[in-house]
């Protein structure tokens, strides 16, 4: 008798202005996944839950790849306001975190498709 498979399901929970780029990624390395859109309940963001079922062989290489697309990384954002009596609108900007990935890992016990 042989050693069963061991499988893995990746869920990961990124926001929503990254979930295209990190699901063409795991696509083109040959991942399927599913999508699940929800929102944050800290900032109210809207998000992606990515479902990814997976050989345990291949976690490693499916985690780089959310790492690469979806970690943290910083943008430069550019704001205005008003000065109260001024009339005037100054900008000022500021590099803020942005990003990142919260992954979950679960053993899969069976897996079936029909």
């Not at 979930?19 to 809207?46: I, P, W």
């Not at 780089?64 to 001024?86: C, M």
């Not at 005037?88 to 679960?106: D, H, N």
Request: aromatic share 8%.
């Amino acid at each position: 008798m042989s050693e069963p498979k061991t499988s893995k399901m990746i869920l990961a929970v990124l926001q929503g202005d990254d979930y295209n780029s990190v699901v063409n990624a795991l696509n083109q390395a040959g991942f399927f996944v599913t999508l699940l859109h929800s929102s944050g309940g800290f900032l109210k963001r809207r998000s992606v839950t990515v479902m990814i079922g997976v050989d345990a062989t291949r976690l490693d290489e499916a985690l780089a790849i959310l790492k690469e697309r979806a970690g943290q990384r910083k943008e430069e954002i550019y704001q205005s306001y008003n000065l109260p009596g001024s009339g005037q609108l100054p900008i000022y900007s500021a590099v803020v975190p942005c990003g990142g990935v919260t992954v979950f890992i679960l053993d899969i016990q069976r897996i079936e498709k029909y």
